[in-house]
């Protein structure tokens, strides 16, 4: 009989426990909130080393962040079982017997109040907001515990209970009083930090004090008598155990960081626009750079507050991955006199001369300059824009490479003038500069200044520079992927206008300096002496220096070269100092040459040439012609005019002139240096023909001859360019049409490999600009 009874026995239980799993399982898998769904998050915002940089405030002024189980280290969580709750894997919700003990020792015996509570109940009341000091409320929180344990996992109650738990003031969750505290994640805990959270969920209010952070005697006996708990279970080291005697810190809320408060509050202010709620933000800013940033700042405007200087900007930006490592917004942001809370480096300001650069390079890439293209200084109208350069002079010719470093504005506007597909606005516009009004709004004046442009659009457009011409989108999140490249500039450009840029003469104390490193800079002075820049490649970084007020009040020593450029190369020297830095304009591109060039006009040089140099240029592209401002005149020796016939003889002569346009002329006779008149030729009667000798004589190719390629023999297949010319001729220069291709010598020949089909025009000039010329037709065959 009673195996019959121990048989059903037996058949009930396990179909009672087969349908309460079932039961659990249902539950389980029944939609249901999350245990942290209820609560108001902070964000924890780092750099990209993982350094703090803030830690906001929750909706609810509490200082709270969601950490998951496994990211807390394995001691605090046996610290908390071994504290609070033991038999929290074993029970289901309550334990009877803790119960029992704590009400026999507060209610029975008078003693302290103990409440029994497991871990379970403990967030029963937290979650549910729930009063348990009546057996009513208790009986309330053990239903509600039973609840948590059908419907959440013990390793899911457990992750909500440290984080909802609380660890003095205002500061809920193990993630929050771990970042607070010991300014560290949970999972990187030591065991005496460990176990001092721990104890102070259930004393948070044991005494620290506020303004150094040491804890009081409670806190310390609390953790250490839990350690002697934990030796007895899981053992410890004598040198762990010595760590409990040192006194610990608690750092307080007060002494959080505020890091890099500008480009933080951005990315805040953003999430919040755009309706995401984010507790942990993964930022692109090293903290290192950006506390090398506000020294800089700080020392530079301390030393300079006499002279109306007091607020200054900065932006450090890593060309590699076009990420954010360091943007100062002001230089205090909490003064209120310079309105510190502006974020400078996001708001629109006249660039003065700083993009400059980029009116040149467009000019080279097509095809109106090369570095050493001779251009004027000169009073100039355009239309009814009549610009002036900013020390109130002109100073005639100079090379297009002088004209940027010293950044002459007349050469810059009338560059900007020839510029087409795209002009000067169009390549803003491609290259992300927003919020601009209508091309006819700025006219020429966009070249000197006119629009606005942000800082972060500033270090965008200088790291085109560093990327071959390639356009990338900004980062300041660490997860942002780096954007695809959009080709605005060749290679070639940016190189030759970085080596341009690397000429720029530095200013003040600066230029003492001795640097290995090419600085690639330009500074700027907007309209009105409002705001003072100072833009450059920094190694691999675009360095942007501004310096201003955000009132737009003026001031004269707002001025790029004085006030700007100091701040920059004190920052650029620290940099040196710290950081491992590489030029990123070493190699030359296999497009550009160099070229001998006539210093006085750009061209190329003849044997009448007095000024002599080098210059880059991009075959097919850059203009090349020959010199013809000095020019041979041959003159009569006893007469001293010029002979008419320009047959040499014995009593003739040669001498050069130079030729310049009359505005020229102008300035360089009210500048005390008046240039030799050519001579004058009204006596003869015929055409004069400066030209002295022989003009050379095309051999090869052939003319109005077709010549045949092959499109699979295309990379072998040449055409041979070769002349004879008179004795004197050393040089020849080879064109395609207006297109220069290279020189040759006069014994020598020119290979041409024709790109594509068409009729061309094959021009040679020798050193002493006689030509010759004839046309030819290329077909391309399969």
Same mark, same amino acid.
């Given at each position: 009989?009673?195996?019959?009874?121990?048989?059903?026995?037996?058949?009930?239980?396990?179909?009672?426990?087969?349908?309460?799993?079932?039961?659990?399982?249902?539950?389980?898998?029944?939609?249901?909130?999350?245990?942290?769904?209820?609560?108001?998050?902070?964000?924890?915002?780092?750099?990209?080393?993982?350094?703090?940089?803030?830690?906001?405030?929750?909706?609810?002024?509490?200082?709270?962040?969601?950490?998951?189980?496994?990211?807390?280290?394995?001691?605090?969580?046996?610290?908390?079982?071994?504290?609070?709750?033991?038999?929290?894997?074993?029970?289901?919700?309550?334990?009877?017997?803790?119960?029992?003990?704590?009400?026999?020792?507060?209610?029975?015996?008078?003693?302290?109040?103990?409440?029994?509570?497991?871990?379970?109940?403990?967030?029963?009341?937290?979650?549910?907001?729930?009063?348990?000091?009546?057996?009513?409320?208790?009986?309330?929180?053990?239903?509600?515990?039973?609840?948590?344990?059908?419907?959440?996992?013990?390793?899911?109650?457990?992750?909500?209970?440290?984080?909802?738990?609380?660890?003095?003031?205002?500061?809920?969750?193990?993630?929050?009083?771990?970042?607070?505290?010991?300014?560290?994640?949970?999972?990187?805990?030591?065991?005496?930090?460990?176990?001092?959270?721990?104890?102070?969920?259930?004393?948070?209010?044991?005494?620290?004090?506020?303004?150094?952070?040491?804890?009081?005697?409670?806190?310390?006996?609390?953790?250490?008598?839990?350690?002697?708990?934990?030796?007895?279970?899981?053992?410890?080291?004598?040198?762990?155990?010595?760590?409990?005697?040192?006194?610990?810190?608690?750092?307080?809320?007060?002494?959080?960081?505020?890091?890099?408060?500008?480009?933080?509050?951005?990315?805040?202010?953003?999430?919040?626009?755009?309706?995401?709620?984010?507790?942990?933000?993964?930022?692109?800013? +090293?903290? %290192? $750079?950006?506390?090398? !940033?506000?020294?800089?700042?700080? @020392?530079?405007?301390? #030393? &300079?507050?006499?002279?109306?200087?007091?607020?200054?900007?900065?932006?450090?930006?890593?060309?590699?991955?076009?990420?954010?490592?360091?943007?100062?917004?002001?230089?205090?942001?909490?003064?209120?006199?310079?309105?510190?809370?502006?974020?400078?480096?996001?708001?629109?300001?006249?660039?003065?001369?700083?993009?400059?650069?980029?009116?040149?390079?467009?000019?080279?890439?097509?095809?109106?300059?090369?570095?050493?293209?001779?251009?004027?200084?000169?009073?100039?109208?355009?239309?009814?824009?009549?610009?002036?350069?900013? +020390?109130? %002079? $002109?100073?005639?010719? !100079?090379?297009?490479?002088?004209? @940027?470093?010293?950044? #002459? &504005?007349?050469?810059?506007?009338?560059?900007?003038?020839?510029?087409?597909?795209?002009?000067?606005?169009?390549?803003?516009?491609?290259?992300?500069?927003?919020?601009?009004?209508?091309?006819?709004?700025?006219?020429?004046?966009?070249?000197?200044?006119?629009?606005?442009?942000?800082?972060?659009?500033?270090?965008?457009?200088?790291?085109?520079?560093?990327?071959?011409?390639?356009?990338?989108?900004?980062?300041?999140?660490?997860?942002?992927?780096?954007?695809?490249?959009?080709?605005?500039?060749?290679?070639?450009?940016?190189?030759?206008?970085?080596?341009?840029?690397?000429?720029?003469?530095?200013?003040?104390?600066?230029?003492?300096?001795?640097?290995?490193?090419?600085?690639?800079?330009?500074?700027?002075?907007?309209?009105?002496?409002?705001?003072?820049?100072?833009?450059?490649?920094?190694?691999?970084?675009?360095?942007?220096?501004?310096?201003?007020?955000?009132?737009?009040?003026?001031?004269?020593?707002?001025?790029?070269?004085?006030?700007?450029?100091?701040?920059?190369?004190?920052?650029?020297?620290?940099?040196?100092?710290?950081?491992?830095?590489?030029?990123?304009?070493?190699?030359?591109?296999?497009?550009?040459?160099?070229?001998?060039?006539?210093?006085?006009?750009?061209?190329?040089?003849?044997?009448?040439?007095?000024?002599?140099?080098?210059?880059?240029?991009?075959?097919?592209?850059?203009?090349?012609?020959?010199?013809?401002?000095?020019?041979?005149?041959?003159?009569?020796?006893?007469?001293?005019?010029?002979?008419?016939?320009?047959?040499?003889?014995?009593?003739?002569?040669?001498?050069?002139?130079?030729?310049?346009?009359?505005?020229?002329?102008?300035?360089?006779?009210?500048?005390?240096?008046?240039?030799?008149?050519?001579?004058?030729?009204?006596?003869?009667?015929?055409?004069?023909?400066?030209?002295?000798?022989?003009?050379?004589?095309?051999?090869?190719?052939?003319?109005?001859?077709?010549?045949?390629?092959?499109?699979?023999?295309?990379?072998?297949?040449?055409?041979?360019?070769?002349?004879?010319?008179?004795?004197?001729?050393?040089?020849?220069?080879?064109?395609?049409?207006?297109?220069?291709?290279?020189?040759?010598?006069?014994?020598?020949?020119?290979?041409?490999?024709?790109?594509?089909?068409?009729?061309?025009?094959?021009?040679?000039?020798?050193?002493?600009?006689?030509?010759?010329?004839?046309?030819?037709?290329?077909?391309?065959?399969?």
């Amino acid at each position: 009989m009673w195996r019959y009874r121990l048989k059903r026995f037996l058949i009930n239980f396990i179909a009672v426990t087969f349908i309460a799993a079932l039961v659990l399982i249902g539950l389980r898998l029944l939609p249901h909130q999350k245990l942290s769904d209820n609560l108001f998050l902070s964000t924890a915002v780092y750099d990209q080393n993982g350094a703090l940089l803030r830690l906001t405030l929750a909706k609810d002024e509490r200082y709270r962040v969601w950490t998951p189980i496994n990211e807390i280290s394995n001691d605090t969580i046996n610290g908390i079982l071994l504290y609070e709750d033991k038999w929290f894997y074993w029970h289901f919700g309550f334990n009877p017997a803790s119960l029992i003990r704590g009400g026999w020792i507060s209610y029975v015996k008078k003693g302290d109040m103990q409440g029994g509570s497991t871990i379970t109940m403990q967030l029963a009341r937290m979650y549910w907001k729930l009063n348990t000091r009546s057996i009513g409320g208790k009986l309330t929180q053990i239903l509600r515990s039973i609840q948590l344990e059908f419907f959440y996992s013990k390793d899911e109650i457990l992750e909500a209970y440290l984080n909802y738990a609380p660890y003095g003031r205002n500061i809920e969750g193990i993630g929050a009083a771990s970042l607070i505290y010991f300014n560290k994640e949970p999972k990187s805990l030591t065991l005496p930090e460990s176990l001092a959270l721990c104890v102070l969920p259930q004393s948070p209010s044991f005494r620290v004090d506020k303004n150094t952070g040491y804890v009081g005697e409670k806190l310390s006996k609390a953790r250490n008598k839990l350690f002697e708990k934990w030796r007895e279970v899981y053992g410890a080291d004598e040198l762990t155990s010595v760590l409990f005697n040192l006194p610990f810190i608690l750092r307080q809320p007060e002494f959080l960081p505020f890091s890099a408060p500008h480009f933080v509050e951005q990315l805040l202010r953003e999430d919040f626009n755009a309706g995401i709620v984010n507790s942990r933000i993964d930022t692109t800013i +090293d903290l %290192r $750079f950006q506390t090398l !940033l506000e020294t800089q700042i700080n @020392l530079y405007i301390n #030393r &300079n507050s006499n002279k109306g200087l007091k607020n200054a900007a900065a932006l450090l930006l890593d060309t590699r991955d076009m990420s954010v490592v360091a943007a100062v917004g002001s230089a205090d942001y909490f003064n209120n006199e310079i309105e510190g809370q502006i974020n400078g480096f996001n708001i629109k300001r006249s660039p003065g001369s700083t993009l400059k650069p980029f009116i040149y390079a467009l000019a080279i890439e097509q095809g109106i300059i090369h570095p050493q293209s001779v251009l004027k200084d000169v009073p100039t109208s355009f239309s009814s824009y009549s610009p002036e350069n900013f +020390d109130n %002079r $002109f100073i005639g010719p !100079l090379s297009a490479a002088q004209a @940027l470093i010293r950044s #002459r &504005n007349i050469p810059a506007v009338y560059l900007s003038n020839k510029l087409k597909n795209p002009n000067f606005y169009g390549f803003l516009k491609k290259a992300g500069v927003g919020k601009m009004a209508s091309e006819s709004h700025y006219g020429l004046a966009l070249a000197l200044g006119g629009g606005e442009v942000t800082m972060i659009e500033e270090a965008k457009l200088y790291a085109m520079f560093a990327n071959g011409g390639n356009m990338r989108n900004i980062r300041m999140r660490k997860e942002q992927p780096v954007s695809n490249d959009t080709q605005l500039l060749s290679k070639e450009t940016t190189f030759i206008i970085l080596d341009m840029l690397s000429n720029m003469p530095r200013a003040g104390s600066a230029a003492a300096e001795v640097q290995k490193l090419p600085i690639y800079w330009k500074t700027g002075t907007s309209w009105g002496f409002r705001d003072a820049w100072s833009v450059g490649l920094v190694g691999q970084y675009v360095l942007v220096v501004w310096l201003g007020n955000f009132d737009n009040s003026g001031n004269p020593a707002f001025v790029g070269a004085d006030s700007a450029a100091p701040l920059f190369f004190n920052i650029v020297n620290s940099l040196q100092a710290t950081q491992k830095l590489y030029d990123t304009n070493k190699i030359i591109p296999s497009g550009v040459k160099m070229v001998d060039v006539c210093l006085s006009s750009g061209d190329l040089v003849t044997v009448w040439c007095k000024r002599k140099g080098k210059s880059w240029f991009i075959p097919g592209v850059s203009p090349i012609r020959v010199d013809t401002v000095y020019r041979p005149v041959l003159v009569d020796n006893k007469t001293n005019l010029p002979v008419c016939d320009n047959k040499k003889t014995a009593n003739s002569k040669i001498e050069v002139y130079e030729y310049y346009s009359s505005d020229i002329l102008d300035i360089f006779k009210h500048a005390g240096l008046p240039k030799r008149e050519p001579p004058n030729m009204e006596h003869c009667k015929q055409d004069f023909d400066l030209n002295v000798g022989i003009n050379p004589s095309i051999t090869s190719p052939l003319k109005n001859t077709i010549y045949t390629i092959r499109e699979s023999k295309e990379d072998k297949e040449r055409i041979v360019f070769s002349a004879v010319t008179d004795a004197d001729v050393k040089m020849l220069y080879w064109f395609i049409g207006d297109e220069y291709i290279g020189n040759s010598k006069q014994s020598e020949s020119l290979i041409w490999l024709p790109k594509k089909s068409g009729k061309f025009e094959i021009r040679v000039i020798d050193d002493h600009g006689r030509l010759d010329k004839r046309n030819i037709q290329v077909m391309t065959i399969k």
